[in-house]
């Protein structure tokens, strides 16, 4: 017979697979000899086997008869008993926490017979009437399924009908019309008696239990946080204890420290004469868990003991549930607990000097995740903007700017050097310019997943979306209070809070932030506990790592910026910025073109000009690598938008006035127009078709680096050749980079080390890697690509169209450009890693799309083996503390390891 | 030491990697006892390791002397004799025969001694001096490098000064001053003296031949016909034979069938007193091979003999070249020779029916390409219309129709019902509309490689391109004789020849098409050869193939033809069309719907139509599968175009004149504008985010099944899901269109049995098609899709942009769009295969992209294992005889089967 029911003496902390999270942390309590309300737990086993057969299973009821028993002879008390009845509550507990299910029904085992028994055992009718009717309401709702607001009517009805203002204002007929009130409910809209059998309660409970596993809600929820459906939920039984039995009773929830801050010291709210319930619906004002020695000093220092012993046990911060019932302290539950980004590190760091866990250890109980919290601009402390309203938290930081109602308003705006804060309705992709140009994005419709939020979040802009009190029309909006914010005016806006504010609300850099980009000396790091515990940590990350960090950086301020943040070189420097602004123009004469000396003029217009952009960017990263994209965008994309001529052109002709260089402009764009340019003449195929193009950039290349090798530097380019699908697009191009540096070597008479490599971001690229390898020194994933061919989406098509309703359905776990989808594109950088390998053990490999700077996926980097990430300045140091953690996650984390 | 020289007496016809095919023939014929000249050949071992290290191996030049005086002894004659020379031939001779590569050498040994012993032994001063001219040119030309038209001229000088009209006028002084002048030629150009050792000669030419195999075109060739580059060539040294010693000598070229035609029966051209060259430079006109019997009986019958032995050795058709001299047959060349396709199919069924082949062996034989060209419609012979002008043959095929200079005329036209004539000066892809509208596309620009030349033959439409004394210019063209055809005109464009005629030349199907369509009697049959071996090669294919051959058909119209055409079942059926035309309207109302009443009215008003749709195809198919693909573009594919309608609205605009229903477009066509539209909100993401669109053609589809059972027919339906890159969007679109067979199932009372698959057409769906394979019933790969997906390029901007010049420089050997790309594509393919069986082993596997019409590509399929291919009716007679070849060329011909 298998065991489906465990005492909560039979288990540990170690069977949270079988007994659920609050299951396996009751057992350990016991087993550590902590005061825990004797009880049972119904095994995720017998949930799975309920789920496939539909019917509890066979032996299920007897165990739980005997375990019952067990209980009632160790509690002293009977389950039903009329004269002195045993009452429990039943809970659920899963493996991981999961909202949509039910969680907790108190006081089974109450019935018309049993609750004089309660009452003359408490001596207090109006607490056995009160907890009854307790019972029926949360077995009503949650069992039964009823709705919450039935019962609240009856309730209301009859706080009116006694003239009661609150809840404590009933007295004993009032409750006990209250419980005729409710039995009439549940009768009515279940069809059913309130069940007088107290088996029958448990019964049920139980069963609802694992019935909610299954619900909508709860299923969306496991879809959308990748747990698994097969894992079923454990069921506890519990010994009620009553917080709510008089001054010497009362209940509480605790921290071993302040989980907010991180400060040491045990942390907490707790309400004399109280119910846990009461102490979350913040009915009365609870009291700091320090004030609790006044009240019942023993308790008090028993409960200060117990949780350092936990604390001691857990070896982390540990969360919680207590209630004294007539002065006897009762653990009703215990776990890890959830703690802010700044605990988090202080907690971690303090744990370290303590001597109680590694280093290691530290660096696993943080997050990448975490440290981009840090590491936002905040809203100075007590700036006294005036608020204009709220939305939703979309993309956190802080941001301020002038108002701009249109995306080409606030290109405009931008472009004169202003800071700006698109406010639009909603967005859509042709806000793109827009959005790029500013530095905060406010929607007042749309929620975390609308476009604007999905790309906020992408650039790393702070963003409030739907905040939809404000009214927004043509070039203003309105507030609630009927204020008008105009094109122009200033506003701030809270992307972690969703607060708008009116005007120039100081912003500043986190100290961390500071910290990170090497602004702050080691005594300034000493005396702030938060960033000396970030330095701490992203030192040991630094020192664990395998993979190197590098920066995608494409001009000589921003590779200054990645070095602070601790870039080991430059992953992909883009060139296409540098055809952009007056350079424009010498795209549009390349397009226009019509014979070979034009084209030449135009790269000898070029040459200087690159070979300046390379010199500077190279002098930032002296010593180090620096990977250079040869020109990867259609060149269309420097012409004017083909809609935008089209109308200039028709109504020049309507006005009967023709622009010569318009219409032959307008000729061109048609000529160059396609249908699908992210799939059209770019990266590689522009080097081969626009012969001379690649070989201006490979040899403004080997010119900078001849500059600064003269100048006694020490530059390291490397040349990376975008959207090669074949060995027979790179070889060319390899052949006439080869040929390039030699004459410029000849040229100064020095040696040029410039190794030649590819992007990898198309599937026929990783699937043919092994024989791209032959003409490749490195490759570096473009995963950003890779993703669009891989699942044959555009991003920007899809940001604005489905990925919202993709998330909300569950069919994206994640956004695949936020983090990399291990099964289709993850595959392929597999595939390609170890076709590559296969030809040229030394190859370089690395990644530069964004999911180089995102958490999830630096872990699957590191299980693949690439030799480095690349991702924006910005996200250095998340991702140098990612790889860190990476490492330990592959090895194993080194438990002796101490400082 | 590695023997790098084999005599003709020690090689065989197997060994044509080590000899190349001229020598493995060449040994072939002396190992029969044939009469071939003496001489050796030197391998293209020697020639690997010559380009390994730019110098002839080591010991080469002493087996070439060892075999030389092997050869001198045999003949009689020694080389470099100033008595009576031994004169050789240096002919390259790779394993493929190569454009761009050296040929041939003859008379090597002459000088201006050994000449005299020419002369003496010959009896011919003028004969001597003619070959010793003719020597020095070629030697000039083809070792030197030196231009044709120097020699030329020198030439040409000399029979000035003689007032000689032809080289034949010539006398021996004559001759003795041009070879004065060729030297001085030599000497001027090269820089050396035409070498006087006969020994150097031969080493000169042999040399010349190795490095020949390194010319640029050579290489090119290669690459586009993915020759390998280590193959090498060898080199054949042979006695030189002469034919033109008189009236008893004489030379030709022959076959022992016609290879024009395919009639039996020898068939060749002869002169005599001539050698090889005239008989192909055409200075005389030849004579008919029969004819020579008359002439020189014996040695004609010897001939005879020699090639009815060579074809029942070769058990094919042989093409030979053949000297006499003096009386004295000697053979110079055989090799199974080329043939038309009429020719191909008709020998190879007589062989089979001589008793000579198998069937087997009769379909290795012929091709699916070969096939097509039999099936294109032709003018009629002796039509009589007048030529206008002539282009390169683009696509084949003849397409009559009126003139139309704008894609938007022709599509203007074709709505009006008229066939037409697209011409422009050179097509992009904004004509393509136009293209898809006509039946023929005539450029006066561009070559094979065109946009127009590859889009044409992509749709299987008849095209001349590149015309260029067609002159055209706005609305009309003018040939080269000032006759000018004008939008409207009548035209007749021949694709196979090029030509292009006025008026309405009668066009007709050709007997092979009007027999694979399914009119012809089986006397009728039995009474054109060509029909008849046409009849016996597919049915052989059909009865050996395995896998199935399906059309891509979505009209009841196509349905039928491509079971006339011998398609089993439907594996595509494409329902964008019938969201065209007067239905279109009704898309405009679903995208413009505010609210689901509005949608559901469009539903309604669209599902009585789909429901026609259906029944009519599955009435064709009646008894055989139909896949049915739901609705795969983006709906804004069904709305105006955005810049056009910009355009307008800005005009309307501008004149004080909004048409309010524009506006409205305006906006929705801005709202579903995507940036790039094969990657965006089309396919099963449509399904997910119009909810109950897929429901309305699925509900259609279980309609039309249940119609037709309750007429009594035999229905098989398949759903199919296209653009699927996760299980997780197929599993939403599976369930709903269970439940909604459901209905209609309790409905009709009736039981429908419906297979939902899904399309593979993105790398991601090959990738995880184990988890799709769990929802899926069969796969249908779209290789249309995985081919722009895998390389990341999209079809119509590709081929307007670079293809032609991927393959000019041969980084494409041929475009992925017609033959499937293996090792990317390819290989998605052959993965997505196993994983898929891995879960479900009796899963359907097909391919309904347009390779499943192309032979390479056929093949291919057979050996990943597909149950069936799907292509356009017309190919299904190309893909069954190309299945049955596949079949044989994957277990290998079976040469015991008989007739």
């Given amino acids: 017979m298998q065991k489906y029911v465990y005492d909560f003496t039979e288990g540990d902390r170690t069977m949270s697979d079988l007994l659920g999270g609050k299951g396996a942390n009751l057992a350990e309590m016991t087993r550590l000899g902590l005061p825990v309300p004797p009880g049972f737990t119904i095994t995720t086993e017998a949930c799975k086997a309920y789920m496939a057969a539909g019917t509890e299973p066979a032996g299920m009821a007897e165990q739980v008869a005997v375990h019952l028993a067990a209980t009632e002879s160790r509690v002293g008390r009977k389950f039903g008993d009329p004269t002195d009845p045993l009452l429990v509550s039943v809970r659920s507990g899963a493996k991981f926490s999961m909202p949509g299910m039910m969680e907790t029904v108190l006081n089974i085992g109450l019935n018309d017979e049993t609750i004089k028994g309660l009452a003359a055992a408490t001596g207090s009718e109006r607490f056995a009437w ?111 204890v009553f917080g709510n039995r008089g001054d010497s009773s009362g209940t509480g929830v605790a921290f071993t420290r302040d989980p907010a801050s991180g400060n040491p010291g045990e942390y907490g709210d707790w309400l004399a004469n109280a119910q846990g319930e009461d102490v979350v619906a913040g009915i009365r004002n609870t009291l700091k868990l320090s004030d609790m020695s006044d009240y019942m000093p023993t308790v008090h220092d028993e409960l200060i003991a117990v949780m350092r012993k936990l604390e001691a046990h857990y070896r982390d911060l540990c969360d919680i549930e207590f209630t004294v019932e007539d002065g006897k302290l009762w653990m009703l539950q215990t776990r890890v607990g959830k703690r802010t980004p700044a605990a988090a590190f202080r907690i971690a760091v303090q744990l370290v000097e303590e001597g109680v866990i590694t280093l290691d250890e530290a660096l696993n109980r943080v997050t990448g995740k975490q440290l981009v919290n840090l590491m936002f601009p905040r809203f100075a402390e007590g700036h006294g903007a005036p608020l204009l309203g709220k939305g939703i938290s979309a993309s956190p930081g802080a941001a301020v700017g002038i108002c701009a109602f249109s995306s080409a308003r606030a290109v405009e705006f931008a472009a004169t050097g202003k800071k700006v804060i698109l406010v639009r309705r909603e967005t859509n992709p042709d806000d793109l310019a827009g959005m790029m140009a500013s530095v905060g994005i406010l929607t007042s419709r ?383 950088v597999k595939i390609a890693i170890e076709k590559g390998r296969s030809v040229r053990p030394d190859i370089s490999l690395g990644v530069c799309g964004e999911h180089g700077g995102d958490p999830t996926s630096i872990h699957f980097f590191e299980e693949a083996g690439l030799d480095y990430v690349s991702c924006s300045p910005f996200r250095v140091p998340v991702a140098r503390l990612e790889a860190g953690r990476a490492t330990l996650a592959s090895h194993g984390t080194r438990h002796s390891d101490t400082r």
């Avoid at 309401?137 to 706080?159: I, R, S, W």
């Avoid at 000396?597 to 990263?621: C, K």
């Avoid at 250079?628 to 269309?636: G, K, M, N, Q, Y």
Wanted: aromatic share 6%.
């Fill in 446 to 828: 749309g929620g975390k997943t609308s476009h604007a939020a999905v790309v906020a979040r992408g650039m790393g802009k702070t963003a409030v979306c739907g905040a939809d009190e404000l009214l927004v029309e043509g070039d203003r909006f309105t507030t609630a209070s009927g204020q008008v914010v105009g094109e122009g005016d200033v506003i701030g806006i809270d992307g972690t809070t969703g607060e708008v504010f009116l005007g120039d609300v100081a912003v500043t850099d986190s100290a961390v932030t500071q910290y990170l980009d090497g602004q702050l000396s080691d005594a300034q790091i000493a005396a702030d506990p938060l960033v000396h515990a970030v330095d701490v940590i992203i030192r040991h990350a630094d020192s664990v790592r395998r993979m190197g960090v590098r920066a995608n950086a494409d001009t000589d301020e921003d590779a200054a910026r990645a070095r602070r943040m601790g870039a080991a070189g430059i992953g992909l420097a883009r060139t296409e910025h540098m055809f952009l602004g007056s350079r424009r123009e010498l795209v549009e004469r390349l397009v226009l073109a019509q014979d070979q000396a034009s084209i030449q003029h135009v790269y000898d217009a070029l040459l200087p000009l690159q070979i300046g952009d390379f010199t500077g960017i190279l002098r930032e990263m002296d010593g180090l690598p620096v990977v250079i994209r040869l020109l990867d965008p259609p060149l269309h994309e420097f012409l004017p938008n083909h809609t935008d001529l089209s109308v200039r052109v028709a109504l020049a002709e309507a006005r009967g006035e023709v622009d010569s260089k318009d219409v032959e402009l307008l000729k061109a764009v048609e000529r160059m127009h396609e249908s699908n340019p992210m799939l059209g003449l770019r990266g590689v195929r522009l080097g081969i078709m626009f012969p001379g193009l690649f070989g201006l950039q490979v040899r403004a290349i080997a010119e900078a680096m001849a500059i600064r090798l003269l100048e006694g530097g020490h530059p390291h380019p490397e040349v990376m050749v975008p959207l090669v699908a074949t060995v027979a697009e790179l070889e060319p191009v390899r052949n006439e980079a080869l040929a390039i540096i030699a004459e410029v070597e000849a040229k100064h008479g020095v040696t040029l080390e410039i190794p030649i490599g590819t992007m990898i971001e198309l599937p026929r690229a990783a699937l043919t890697a092994h024989r791209i390898a032959r003409a490749a020194e490195f490759f570096s994933f473009g995963t950003n690509d890779l993703t669009q061919t891989t699942w044959g989406f555009s991003r920007d098509d899809v940001e604005a169209s489905f990925v919202g309703e993709y998330l909300d359905r569950g069919i994206f776990g994640t956004s695949p450009f936020e983090s990399i989808d291990p099964y289709g594109v993850g595959e392929l």
């Fill in 130 to 240: 009160d907890s009854y009717r307790r019972l029926i309401q949360m077995f009503g709702k949650t069992v039964l399924g009823l709705e919450a607001h039935l019962f609240e009517d009856v309730l209301d009805g009859q706080k009116a009908k006694s003239g009661a203002k609150s809840d404590v204002d009933l007295d004993v007929d009032d409750l006990k019309a209250v419980v005729d009130g409710y039995k009439a409910v549940v009768l009515e809209h279940s069809g059913i008696e309130f069940p007088q059998d107290v088996r029958e309660q448990m019964n049920r409970a139980i069963m609802a239990v694992f019935d909610s596993w299954n619900t909508d809600r709860a299923k969306l929820y496991r879809r959308q946080e990748r747990i698994s459906e097969d894992l079923g939920t454990a069921v506890n039984i519990c010994t009620m």
